[in-house]
């Protein structure tokens, strides 16, 4: 369905199977070295969602090919999977897959009191979609405007296993997460809180 223009939600793409194996990936990738951190913001405030980067690593605001505000190990690798998945994602939602590469996966880790504040995403330096996978416990997702970080919004709930791409005049809407429910993850998935996998185009040459 289009939630606004270029703005499509595919509920419930991944089958539980899918979702299963995305799940056991992400535990790999939180893995260190090069692993799930928390974000520093340059004003002293700490991101309650934990973050692991792949493909290229990015710190407030500017991605870079090593965890320079963690460890420094250089960024776990693109997987090949990804890009697949980040293809069929499009062609599911627009009918027709993007044609860049997608190269960076942000994969955030919400428990039940974590949430993101209304932000826009800007430091790509492509106009490609961006794509969200949910994994897990339901969230409130909250769509707002391009010009501001207040009203008007929409609050919708992302369920496990929905897909979102964000796309044209869509990619430059503030969004956050205000939200966790907490239990509220498919039986049969064992998982507490909530995965967000976020697929990008960095712009940028390695
Ligand atoms: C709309 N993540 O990683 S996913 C982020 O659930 C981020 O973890 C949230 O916002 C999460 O930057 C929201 C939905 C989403 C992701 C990227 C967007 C919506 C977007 C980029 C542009 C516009
Ligand atoms: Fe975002």
């Known amino acids: 369905a289009e939630v606004a223009p270029g703005a499509v939600l595919v ?29 520093q913001t340059p004003g002293g405030g700490v991101m309650t969602a934990k973050q692991v980067c792949l493909g290229w690593h990015w710190s ?29 994602a499009t062609e599911a939602a627009y009918g027709e897959a993007e044609p860049s590469e997608y190269d960076v996966a942000l994969i955030n880790y919400y428990d039940a009191d974590a949430r993101m504040g209304m932000h826009q995403d800007k430091d790509e330096r492509s106009d490609a979609s961006v794509i969200s996978l949910s994994l897990g416990d339901t969230c409130v997702f909250r769509f707002g405007n391009t010009e501001s970080r207040s009203r008007p919004y929409t609050d919708l709930e992302l369920r496990s296993g929905d897909l979102f791409v964000f796309g ?12 966790i429910l907490p239990g509220t993850a498919p039986a049969g998935l064992v998982l507490t809180g909530r995965l967000n996998i976020t697929l990008r185009v960095s712009g940028l040459d390695r």
């Open 168 to 179: 044209g005049p869509s990619r430059q809407a503030f969004h956050g997460v205000p939200r």
């Open 11 to 39: 509920p419930d793409w991944l089958d539980l199977e899918r979702q299963r194996e995305l799940v056991a990936a992400c535990r790999e990738w939180a893995r260190p070295p090069a692993g799930m951190r928390t974000v």
């Open 60 to 88: 407030p605001y500017r991605f870079t090919a090593t965890v320079e505000d963690g460890d420094g190990r250089p960024v776990k690798p693109f997987p090949p999977l990804l890009g697949e998945l980040a293809h069929s």
